[in-house]
């Protein structure tokens, strides 16, 4: 059975940092691109960061948002993809999700339940 | 404020046919395929229909999508009370090198 579960979220101070991490299993994980996304309280959905399978030498892009301040990784031996969050601000409060494109819509098709993270003093 | 735009709200009542709206840029809707989401928060976003008129496995044929030029729609017929929720429009933007959504549209069935 396919399954994405993130985990790391939690409270933390502004300008500290958090990992987040994709756990995955039930299929190779290897051979498919991950994308970070995210959803403020209240707010809509966001990209935040994506990464590239092994097949396109998993080349990575950013959102302007978080550019130079979040990388996203990926460990294929481990089925894990993660999400290094640093110089966290209270706007980057939300609830981040991991997804893939499973089904080969072109987009993404299977998404973690999501894992919140909470910049607060 | 979304690279994409949508009506914040859209309502119908059971059995109504209701079209969603999401105008877009030359650099995204103009150029790429538009995927639909649909989102009962907190819950995760479900996928439903991609590549602009493509409907997802197991979504219902009362879901349909279609784009023309730099705007897109989504369109759900026959409404339904479970049709309630927040819908999202979202494509690659070449200009950004990144995926980009609209800002979601809240939908009520009266």
């Known amino acids: 059975e396919v399954y994405l579960a993130e985990s790391g979220g939690g409270l933390v101070q502004p300008g500290r940092s958090q990992r987040l991490s994709c756990s995955a299993s039930?299929?190779?994980?290897?051979?498919?691109?991950v994308s970070w996304f995210r959803q403020a309280p209240g707010k809509g959905l966001e990209w935040v960061a994506f990464i590239r399978n092994r097949g396109y030498g998993g080349t990575t892009e950013y959102a302007a948002s978080v550019k130079d301040r979040f990388t996203i990784s990926r460990d294929d031996s481990k089925s894990i993809a993660y999400l290094q969050m640093n110089r966290l601000t209270t706007e980057d409060t939300a609830v981040y999700f991991c997804a893939i494109d499973y089904y080969g819509s072109g987009s993404f098709d299977f998404w973690g339940q999501g894992t919140l993270v909470a910049v607060s003093s | 404020q979304s690279v994409m735009t949508q009506p914040p709200s859209a309502s119908g009542t059971p059995g109504q046919r209701v079209t969603i709206s999401c105008f877009g840029s030359h650099s995204n809707v103009g150029s790429n395929y538009v995927y639909w989401y649909q989102q009962l928060p907190p819950a995760a976003p479900k996928l439903l229909i991609y590549?602009?008129?493509k409907r997802q496995s197991g979504v219902p044929d009362r879901f349909s999508g279609s784009k023309s030029g730099a705007s897109a729609s989504l369109a759900i017929s026959g409404l339904r009370s479970e049709d309630e929720a927040d819908y999202y429009c979202?494509?690659?933007?070449?200009?950004?090198?990144?995926?980009?959504f609209g800002g979601g549209t809240k939908l009520t069935v009266l």
């Open positions: 039930g299929f190779d994980f290897g051979d498919y691109a």
């Open positions: 590549r602009s008129e």
């Open positions: 979202a494509a690659w933007d070449d200009s950004v090198n990144g995926w980009v």
